[in-house]
């Protein structure tokens, strides 16, 4: 292995929140941690981080008897579906040992205070941090998600991709993607977006794919159209992604290029060859070929538009491609295309 | 088969199923040898661990033993397969109960329960990409082939590397995870940084 750089080491050591608890509770702590933990995914199973304005502090006590808070003022949630209706406003949430949460919502709490006897979780504008005594650090942002305990886990890539066009393309969520708009009206795409497009999905893959290694590659023409690749572990199962866009994008001499329908067909055309071709080379292997569309189209739009309304924003929207061939009918290597629309900021 | 594969693919199976419902055959290997890694950190030997590991063509850690022990588990009903995924039904938690009694896997649960419980900290998929930083791992992916993995010399970095990891974390932290947790976050780390 390569030499351990003793400088980086330390600085994880200092900010890793579980080594501030052991510091602070010990083992104590830690099984505390775990238990919160836990119940952290349960809770973000139900309500959704990335929407949620307000402050959560979740709190495991060491003792799991203690009440640092009044029980008789809380709401007892035993099937933990129940806290979408109940998570409202301000909440602050006990977690018990026999999978029992108290919760209280409004009120008026100091998280340092219960992490004297307890182990107390915060969320607040997308930051999170753990508590434990006197010491407070906050944890590491993975990818682009609001939480860690909010990261998905998916076995199946299709899945994986319906999620990604959902809560990172729609609305162009993910900061990696913005990248590839010329401003926040997301109307114009900058030259070359698809750096951004791929980068996007890779982060997002990498993470939270299991049992999988996703890592880009380099295009090397019509010729081998691949932008991702997925090998699944111990099998011969690979996907290939091929990353097509739509819409118009400012060239740096200022030019707007334009691609529509024609360019994902172009794509599906070239991902089709490619698996038949791939199919007689590497008989072994099994792969799938997925085409991935950015749809970022425009009615009406010039290169100097500022704005858009919503009738021309979204004209796109429910507008799928027609491909000449049905590829994902007539070759069982080719998966559904998936096209991603990409909403623009509307004028009303 | 070895016991010790046997033990540790029960255990490994029966302790994430508190937060998955199902594991990926790859995952009972990356929790084995990052088990394996925490009894290094613990100042056992390699050749104590009772079976080896290799780096796949795909860059992930594997042991032809623990592939044994789940054929087998499979094969007895134990594990239930779907999809590639497998679960753990209630004979296969009845002898890992009885199986954890003895006093030879209960040396072993440290290790297991601390590279098990790194899931509590950091998302699975975050785990799997900083075990894969592995130097052998690395190459064992570019050059598409398997490579072994604790061979002489990287041990000897692995030693100096956990020597220094002791030292910050400091002495007297029973529980493996803290360790776990920090190795996975400086490997994941420093991956970042190389990939730009």
């Given at each position: 292995m390569d030499n351990v750089d003793p400088n980086k080491l330390r600085q994880i050591v200092e900010k890793e929140s579980v080594v501030a608890i052991h510091r602070q509770h010990g083992d104590l702590g830690t099984a505390s941690f775990r238990a919160l933990a836990l119940a952290l995914k349960t809770i973000f199973n139900y309500i959704e981080p990335e929407s949620f304005g307000a402050i959560i502090v979740v709190f495991k006590t060491l003792d799991d008897s203690s009440r640092p808070i009044d029980e008789t003022t809380a709401k007892t949630v035993v099937n933990p579906a129940n806290l979408k209706q109940e998570v409202v406003g301000n909440t602050v949430i006990q977690v018990l040992s026999d999978g029992r949460l108290l919760l209280w919502t409004g009120l008026e709490t100091r998280a340092q205070t219960l992490a004297k006897e307890a182990v107390v979780y915060r969320y607040q504008s997308r930051r999170e941090y753990f508590l434990a005594g006197s010491t407070e650090t906050e944890v590491a942002k993975v990818?682009?998600?609001?939480?860690?305990?909010?990261?998905?886990?998916?076995?199946?890539?299709?899945?994986?991709?319906?999620?990604?066009?959902?809560?990172?393309?729609?609305?162009?969520?993910?900061?990696i993607l913005q990248a590839a708009w010329t401003n926040e009206k997301q109307l114009l795409f900058v030259q070359g977006p698809e750096d951004f497009m791929r980068n996007s999905l890779v982060d997002f893959l990498k993470i939270s794919l299991r049992d999988a290694e996703t890592r880009p590659e380099q295009n090397m023409g019509v010729s081998y159209p691949v932008d991702i690749k997925v090998t699944f572990n111990f099998s011969n199962r690979l996907a290939l992604i091929e990353i097509k866009w739509l819409g118009s994008s400012v060239k740096l001499n200022g030019k707007l290029v334009s691609h529509y329908d024609g360019r994902a067909r172009s794509g599906a055309k070239q991902l089709a060859d490619y698996l038949v071709k791939n199919r007689k080379q590497a008989p072994t292997h099994i792969?799938?070929?997925?085409?991935?569309?950015?749809?970022?189209?425009?009615?009406?739009?010039?290169?100097?538009?500022?704005?858009?309304?919503?009738?021309?924003?979204?004209?796109?929207?429910?507008?799928?491609?027609?491909?000449?061939?049905?590829?994902?009918?007539?070759?069982?290597?080719?998966?559904?295309?998936?096209?991603?629309?990409?909403?623009?900021?509307?004028?009303? | 088969?070895?016991?010790?594969?046997?033990?540790?693919?029960?255990?490994?199976?029966?302790?994430?199923?508190?937060?998955?419902?199902?594991?990926?055959?790859?995952?009972?290997?990356?929790?084995?040898?990052?088990?394996?890694?925490?009894?290094?950190?613990?100042?056992?030997?390699?050749?104590?661990?009772?079976?080896?590991?290799?780096?796949?063509?795909?860059?992930?850690?594997?042991?032809?033993?623990?592939?044994?022990?789940?054929?087998?588990?499979?094969?007895?009903?134990?594990?239930?397969?779907?999809?590639?995924?497998?679960?753990?039904?209630?004979?296969?938690?009845?002898?890992?109960?009885?199986?954890?009694?003895?006093?030879?896997?209960?040396?072993?649960?440290?290790?297991?329960?601390?590279s098990c419980a790194s899931v509590f900290a950091l998302p699975i998929g975050l785990i799997r990409q900083a075990i894969s930083t592995d130097h052998d791992m690395k190459v064992a992916a570019s050059f598409g082939d398997t490579r072994a993995l604790l061979t002489e010399s990287s041990l000897e970095d692995l030693h100096d590397a956990f020597a220094l990891l002791s030292e910050h974390i400091g002495v007297g932290v029973n529980d493996l995870m803290v360790p776990a947790v920090v190795w996975l976050s400086y490997l994941s780390q420093i991956s970042e940084v190389s990939n730009g």
């Amino acid at each position: 292995m390569d030499n351990v750089d003793p400088n980086k080491l330390r600085q994880i050591v200092e900010k890793e929140s579980v080594v501030a608890i052991h510091r602070q509770h010990g083992d104590l702590g830690t099984a505390s941690f775990r238990a919160l933990a836990l119940a952290l995914k349960t809770i973000f199973n139900y309500i959704e981080p990335e929407s949620f304005g307000a402050i959560i502090v979740v709190f495991k006590t060491l003792d799991d008897s203690s009440r640092p808070i009044d029980e008789t003022t809380a709401k007892t949630v035993v099937n933990p579906a129940n806290l979408k209706q109940e998570v409202v406003g301000n909440t602050v949430i006990q977690v018990l040992s026999d999978g029992r949460l108290l919760l209280w919502t409004g009120l008026e709490t100091r998280a340092q205070t219960l992490a004297k006897e307890a182990v107390v979780y915060r969320y607040q504008s997308r930051r999170e941090y753990f508590l434990a005594g006197s010491t407070e650090t906050e944890v590491a942002k993975v990818g682009q998600y609001a939480s860690i305990y909010s990261v998905p886990a998916f076995s199946d890539l299709r899945l994986a991709l319906e999620r990604y066009r959902s809560d990172r393309a729609k609305e162009t969520s993910c900061p990696i993607l913005q990248a590839a708009w010329t401003n926040e009206k997301q109307l114009l795409f900058v030259q070359g977006p698809e750096d951004f497009m791929r980068n996007s999905l890779v982060d997002f893959l990498k993470i939270s794919l299991r049992d999988a290694e996703t890592r880009p590659e380099q295009n090397m023409g019509v010729s081998y159209p691949v932008d991702i690749k997925v090998t699944f572990n111990f099998s011969n199962r690979l996907a290939l992604i091929e990353i097509k866009w739509l819409g118009s994008s400012v060239k740096l001499n200022g030019k707007l290029v334009s691609h529509y329908d024609g360019r994902a067909r172009s794509g599906a055309k070239q991902l089709a060859d490619y698996l038949v071709k791939n199919r007689k080379q590497a008989p072994t292997h099994i792969m799938r070929g997925y085409l991935v569309v950015f749809d970022g189209r425009r009615r009406r739009i010039k290169k100097n538009t500022k704005s858009i309304n919503s009738e021309d924003g979204g004209y796109y929207r429910h507008r799928e491609i027609k491909f000449d061939l049905k590829y994902d009918d007539e070759l069982e290597d080719f998966e559904t295309p998936i096209r991603m629309f990409m909403e623009p900021v509307t004028e009303p | 088969m070895k016991p010790d594969a046997y033990y540790d693919t029960l255990a490994i199976s029966a302790k994430l199923k508190g937060s998955f419902e199902s594991v990926a055959p790859s995952e009972i290997h990356l929790f084995a040898y990052l088990s394996c890694l925490l009894s290094l950190y613990s100042g056992k030997a390699a050749s104590d661990w009772g079976y080896g590991f290799v780096a796949t063509d795909n860059g992930s850690p594997y042991s032809p033993e623990v592939d044994d022990a789940l054929r087998f588990l499979v094969r007895e009903g134990y594990l239930y397969e779907s999809n590639g995924y497998l679960t753990i039904v209630s004979e296969g938690l009845q002898d890992y109960r009885e199986l954890s009694e003895l006093l030879r896997n209960q040396e072993r649960e440290p290790f297991l329960d601390g590279s098990c419980a790194s899931v509590f900290a950091l998302p699975i998929g975050l785990i799997r990409q900083a075990i894969s930083t592995d130097h052998d791992m690395k190459v064992a992916a570019s050059f598409g082939d398997t490579r072994a993995l604790l061979t002489e010399s990287s041990l000897e970095d692995l030693h100096d590397a956990f020597a220094l990891l002791s030292e910050h974390i400091g002495v007297g932290v029973n529980d493996l995870m803290v360790p776990a947790v920090v190795w996975l976050s400086y490997l994941s780390q420093i991956s970042e940084v190389s990939n730009g």
